[in-house]
């Protein structure tokens, strides 16, 4: 029987220049824990989505990342550190 991870990163670009992306349906779809995918790129840049389900482990924060908190319980929290 083979035992399915709780989590995943898919780096493969899923959408192209101004293609619609439905943030809800991809929240919908994912049955991970910890699911990281690549949505598209932006000039030099690349745009992902993390879902967390649960417990997240926070990296140390690194000058070329920005995130946004788009549903949390503890958005707040966050927000105030």
Sequence with gaps: METKSKYII???I????LEKIDI???EKACDYDWFNQTLCRVNDSLVRLGIFKGE???HPAIPHF???ILNCPVKKELLQR
């Design 66 to 68: 920005y995130i946004t």
């Design 14 to 17: 899923k959408f192209g220049a």
């Design 24 to 26: 809800g349906a991809i």
């Design 10 to 12: 898919q780096t493969d």
């Design 56 to 58: 997240f482990h926070w």
